[in-house]
């Protein structure tokens, strides 16, 4: 679709890559107005994501596209980082206990499938370049003379946010490395692992499969530096994946190369009056871990609720403000773990490639540190903060809890789903609970109920309210009703 010169809507999000396609598919299916302004005219051929992690893939398996994204990639129960050293995933607690190595495009590909079958208008060629705001809403021109105004308005146009910059947020940081070469090549002989990587003391390299015969190079040579947007030769790529790889694999037909310098950086506010900024516009940091579209997309998801409970009256501005609060610590501990790691495999100094050596040798006896970095890195333990007085699971992700059937059924999750991540494709919260569920009914229009599959379990006399990202809102034993309608009044506003 090509760009209009005037659009009027509930949410403007700038940007079509992942973060801003989740945005806008749920945005969409809640009913909320929404278009997405895309300055590409097309769609883009350059793909640095490959690694979607057991969160993210909770996120998608809660909007019914988990197994079809499956379909497209390998998973791996292990993500190799120094040579030897590696992070375990295979015991997460979570139904994708994997990294699932996938181009970025498939993710987008889904997404935006969803997202205009919800609704939303997707907007090709409109590239913003001026941007207004007042209590009322949110004005953003573009090149072609259009104006496109808005309730709120989302920046997810990257690392180069116009937004974030006609906003006036800095963008603190430094470079972590620069001269990193990105090639799409073709390979005679087929690695043994469905993602190859090593770092020594001629550099680093990374490959991962396309799944139609060609392969990303990502690569890093000590020895020589080249200006971004340099094309780095066949001989040279091949050169510095024998180096740090051990072959080259029978490297050839590169049909595509570039040169980049990857940032450590993040927006101090990630919300400016009406207008938030997500992924990569908020924050950056280098690809180890390969945490960077998966930081984006639970950004989106922690976000979209929030919007939604805004624009239909259900919520204060203050719920908005959540969003700061929630994941900007997020985003500086993402940069602090991809940093510590990018360092360690580009070591230079005697004393940290002796530590990465240290890592290496013993690092699977780590078991503690191991657990945790899988955790962390999956994004599983991740948590929100929560009052001191709290029940315990409040603030934490809730993992796929079994069900039993709807206490009613409701318009976007299935009829009788038999696990939470299904009840939550309503878009909604979702109260789990033995026997306080009629209590919930004058909140039906918000709201799924469920019963835990196994009354007599964990869940026994716990009654459980889930936001729709799947992090518990509120949590209590054996509640009373009085109790109960209060924290529902809190979290979905005043009764129907």
Not at 325 to 345: M, N, W
Not at 415 to 424: I, K, N, S, T
């Amino acid at each position: 679709m090509t760009a209009k010169p005037t659009t009027a809507t509930d949410v403007l999000i700038v940007g079509a890559g992942p973060t801003g396609l989740l945005l806008a598919g749920d945005l969409a299916a809640a009913g909320v107005g929404v278009t997405v302004l895309e300055k590409r005219a097309a769609e883009s051929n350059l793909t640095r994501a490959f690694a979607v992690h057991a969160r993210s893939l909770e996120l998608l398996d809660a909007r019914g596209l988990a197994d079809d994204l499956i379909a497209t990639g390998r998973p791996l129960t292990s993500l190799k980082m120094f040579n030897r050293f590696g992070v375990d995933l295979g015991s997460l607690p979570t139904r994708f206990p994997f990294v699932l190595i996938t181009p970025q495009y498939h993710v987008e590909r889904l997404l935006q499938e969803r997202a205009e079958q919800a609704g939303a208008t997707i907007l090709r060629g409109a590239e913003v370049t001026a941007l207004r705001q007042d209590a009322e809403g949110v004005t953003l021109e573009t090149r072609d003379g259009g104006s496109h105004h808005a309730r709120y308005a989302v920046g997810t146009d990257g690392v180069h946010s116009t937004v974030r910059d006609l906003l006036g947020i800095p963008f603190p940081g430094e470079s972590v490395v620069d001269s990193v070469m990105l090639a799409d090549v073709r390979l005679e002989r087929e690695p043994a692992d469905a993602v190859t990587v090593g770092a020594n003391e001629a550099g680093f390299a990374f490959l991962a499969p396309f799944g139609d015969g060609w392969y990303r190079l990502i690569a890093w040579d000590r020895a020589e530096r080249q200006p971004d947007g340099s094309s780095p030769s066949p001989e040279r790529l091949a050169a510095i994946a024998r180096a740090a790889l051990g072959e080259d694999h029978g490297l050839h037909d590169v049909r595509w190369s570039s040169t980049f310098h990857s940032d450590e950086r993040q927006a101090p506010n990630y919300r400016s009056g009406r207008v938030f900024l997500a992924g990569d516009a908020a924050h950056c940091h280098s690809p180890a871990g390969g945490q960077g579209m998966n930081t984006g997309l639970q950004d989106a998801a922690n976000l979209s609720w929030k919007l939604v409970a805004a624009l239909q009256g259900h919520a204060t501005d203050a719920l908005l403000d959540t969003y700061q609060s929630e994941r900007h610590p997020v985003g500086r501990t993402v940069l602090r773990t991809s940093g510590a790691l990018i360092r360690l495999a580009l070591a230079e100094s005697a004393p940290t490639r002796a530590l990465r050596g240290a890592l290496t040798t013993i690092g699977g006896h780590l078991d503690l540190v191991t657990e945790r970095g899988a955790r962390m890195i999956s994004g599983i333990g991740i948590a929100y903060p929560a009052p001191k007085d709290a029940h315990p699971q409040v603030g934490k992700r809730v993992p796929d809890l079994r069900l039993t059937a709807l206490r009613k059924p409701v318009e976007g999750a299935p009829a009788a789903p038999e696990r939470l991540y299904e009840a939550l494709r309503a878009g909604r919260f979702v109260l789990v609970s033995n026997d306080e569920l009629a209590a919930a009914e004058p909140w039906a229009d918000r709201m799924v109920t469920a019963a835990p599959a196994d009354p007599h379990g964990k869940l026994r006399d716990t009654v459980l309210l889930i936001r729709p990202d799947g992090y518990a809102a509120w949590a209590a034993v054996d509640p009373g009703q009085g109790e109960l309608r209060a924290a529902l009044t809190s979290w979905l506003g005043d009764p129907a």
